[in-house]
């Protein structure tokens, strides 16, 4: 069993919907991230979370620590939201902020 | 941008051959780190280092090595490349546990 699991795989929307990424973790942790993959390829952090909640735009991550779950919602959709979103951990303990990944879940917004 | 550049882009090799893959950094970022993305099984750590001359390795460490031998250089070697290694790798950067990472814009290599 992966130690970071994400759902869905893959997602498609119409543009204007809510959208919301789920990832879960079966390991104590002191951080989560949520990571962009551009359909290029690069690479972007979008939010560093160990509690509570983080907003950014039309972006929102909130993480549970007790029940070891992450979500990150996308309000009003838009077709350059497109991307894979992965969820990745930091150990508790680690100081290096050595990182474990999620598979990704690929989302495609419909205009 | 976080000022993270990775040499080269894009490289074809042939089973055997040795590669270095660089990585440069602009921002005296202390943790530097190698990953590899294949697909699934998304983003793996290869090895990372928290210093000039201080390297550990990652989860999926086997068949490369590292060396820092300055702040901003961080190189990846396979030794003898196999066509296992074919992947995508990314190089990202950092203040350690609890701080962001930067990612590099990533090489592809092909083994064939």
């Known amino acids: 069993k992966n130690e970071v699991e994400q759902s869905p795989q893959n997602l498609t929307a119409q543009e204007g919907e809510f959208i919301t990424i789920n990832c879960s973790y079966s390991v104590g942790i002191s951080a989560l991230h949520w990571l962009q993959q551009h359909p290029g390829g690069g690479i972007v952090s979008l939010f560093m979370l160990s509690s509570g909640k983080k907003k950014h735009g039309r972006l929102i991550a909130t993480i549970n620590i007790q029940e070891k779950h992450s979500s990150l919602h996308i309000t009003a959709s838009h077709p350059r939201d497109s991307a894979v979103y992965i969820c990745a951990v930091e150990n508790y303990g680690g100081s290096q902020g050595n990182l474990i990944f999620g598979k990704g879940t690929k989302l495609s917004v419909k205009p | ?112």
Request: net charge neutral; charged share 20%.
């Open chain 2, 1 to 112: 941008d976080a000022g993270i550049t990775q040499s080269p882009r894009h490289k074809v090799t042939e089973t055997g051959t040795p590669v270095t893959l660089r990585c440069h950094q602009t921002e005296n970022h202390r943790y530097m780190y190698w990953y590899r993305q294949d697909p699934g099984h998304g983003l793996r750590l290869i090895h990372y280092s928290y210093g000039v001359k201080d390297t550990d390795k990652g989860e999926v460490s086997d068949g490369y090595s590292v060396s820092r031998s300055k702040t901003e250089d961080f190189l990846l070697t396979l030794e003898s490349a196999t066509s296992s290694q074919t992947s995508v790798y990314f190089c990202a950067i950092g203040g350690g546990a609890q701080e962001t990472q930067y990612f590099g814009p990533g090489t592809r290599l092909l083994v064939l």
